[in-house]
């Protein structure tokens, strides 16, 4: 059964960073989609980025240039380092994971991500 632990959430004043990591363990291909998160209450879930083995990288509009995702598929560890943080920022992050065929785009959708960790929290002061 694939397990993923996310962490390296915290407290940071705006303008800051952080580093948040995912470790899945339980997991056997090598092809898979590592995607992250973040939700805040009464709110919906929403995608940030998304990292393919392969590479492929997606993000969305409102962290490109301030986000950067990344992965060490050796150690199956996703990163995400989030700089210039914003108060807008401040949620749950989550990160996800799928199996992915091999020369496709990973999905910023949250449905196609079948192994979810708990989330850690984000809080960026003003």
């Known amino acids: 059964e694939v397990q993923l632990q996310a962490s390296g959430g915290g407290l940071v004043q705006a303008g800051g960073s952080l580093r948040l990591s995912c470790e899945a363990s339980?997991?056997?291909?090598?092809?898979?989609?590592i995607g992250w998160f973040r939700q805040v209450p009464g709110k919906e879930r929403e995608a940030v980025s998304c990292i393919a083995s392969d590479g492929r990288i997606l993000y969305v509009d409102s962290v490109k240039g301030r986000f950067t995702i990344s992965s060490d598929n050796a150690k199956k560890i996703g990163y995400l380092q989030m700089n210039i943080l914003k108060p807008e920022d401040t949620a749950v992050y989550y990160c996800?994971?799928?199996?992915?065929?091999?020369?496709?785009?990973?999905?910023?959708?949250?449905?196609?991500?079948?192994?979810w960790g708990r989330g850690t929290l984000v809080t960026v002061s003003s």
């Open positions: 339980g997991l056997t291909s090598d092809d898979f989609a």
């Open positions: 996800a994971l799928y199996r992915l065929t091999k020369g496709y785009d990973c999905s910023l959708y949250r449905w196609f991500y079948h192994y």
